[in-house]
């Protein structure tokens, strides 16, 4: 059973900075694509990041870009999410999920290439 788990969220400051994690079982990690999405209040979910199954390549969303940084450690099955100079409207919660294919890199961005998620840490920015 594929389980991911994330942690790391929290209140900040505008202008602070948080890294979440997110720790997955289940299936050979390395072999996947995986990503960051976030859903605000009353807001779809949407792309914030994503990392190639090497770490060799990554995508992220414009309004993130420069300021969020996404690694992961296929050793250790985690995926990463350094996030500086955040703002109050990055306030959401955030959800790691796993590509569904196997060593498919095109296309990181829409919901429905990946298949598992995980419950979820709220982000909140103050102002």
């Known amino acids: 059973q594929v389980q991911l788990v994330e942690s790391g969220g929290g209140l900040v400051q505008a202008g602070g900075s948080l890294r979440l994690s997110c720790a997955g079982s289940?299936?050979?990690?390395?072999?996947?694509?995986m990503a960051w999405f976030r859903q605000a209040p009353g807001k779809e979910r949407e792309f914030v990041a994503a990392?190639?199954?090497?770490?060799?390549?990554?995508d992220y969303a414009d309004s993130v870009k420069g300021r969020f940084t996404i690694s992961r450690d296929n050793g250790q099955n985690t995926v990463n999410l350094q996030m500086n100079s955040l703002k109050p409207e990055d306030t959401a919660v955030y959800y790691c999920?796993?590509?569904?294919?196997?060593?498919?890199?095109?296309?990181?961005?829409?919901?429905?290439?990946?298949?598992?998620w995980g419950q979820g840490t709220q982000v909140t920015v103050s102002s």
């Open positions: 289940g299936r050979t990690f390395s072999r996947y694509a």
């Open positions: 999920a796993v590509r569904d294919s196997p060593y498919v890199w095109a296309g990181p961005r829409p919901l429905k290439n990946y298949d598992y």
């Open positions: 990392i190639s199954r090497s770490g060799g390549s990554t």
